[in-house]
Nanobody, 117 residues
Framework: VQLVESGGGLVQAGGSLRLSCAASGYTGSINPIGWYRQAPGKQREWVAGFTSGGSTNYADSVKGRFTFSRDKNTMYLQMDSLKPEDTAVYYC??????????????WGQGTLVTVSS
């Protein structure tokens, strides 16, 4: 089972990108835990996720600019008003819910987002 991410790339400051994350080799249900990112020379940090009540939560650094959503077993991160400090490799993170991978936690391979000033 793999999580396939797409949508990264190079964009100018103020621009937008939409990241997607979908499971390959798995047709069961998922719990889309969230999105993380890792900038060069820095630790991986949480960006967005769902609360237990189903609403979305965001890191202060992206609040109001990023939108986390899902459509069945695909999750998305809409990124608007991008800033150079958003440059990072972005990772999706899910929990598989159905056998034979029930409760298996899976990370995406990462997609690079580069924001030029």
């Amino acid at each position: 089972v793999q999580l396939v991410e797409s949508g990264g790339g190079l964009v100018q400051a103020g621009g937008s990108l939409r990241l997607s994350c979908a499971a390959s080799g798995y047709t069961g249900s998922i719990n889309p835990i969230g999105w993380y990112r890792q900038a060069p020379g820095k630790q991986r940090e949480w960006v967005a996720g769902f609360t237990s009540g189903g609403s979305t939560n965001y890191a202060d650094s992206v609040k109001g600019r990023f939108t986390f959503s899902r459509d069945k077993n695909t999750m998305y991160l809409q990124m608007d008003s991008l800033k150079p400090e958003d440059t990072a490799v972005y990772y999706c993170y899910v929990l598989l819910l159905d056998p034979p991978y029930k409760y298996l936690e899976v990370w995406g391979q990462g997609t690079l987002v580069t924001v030029s000033s």
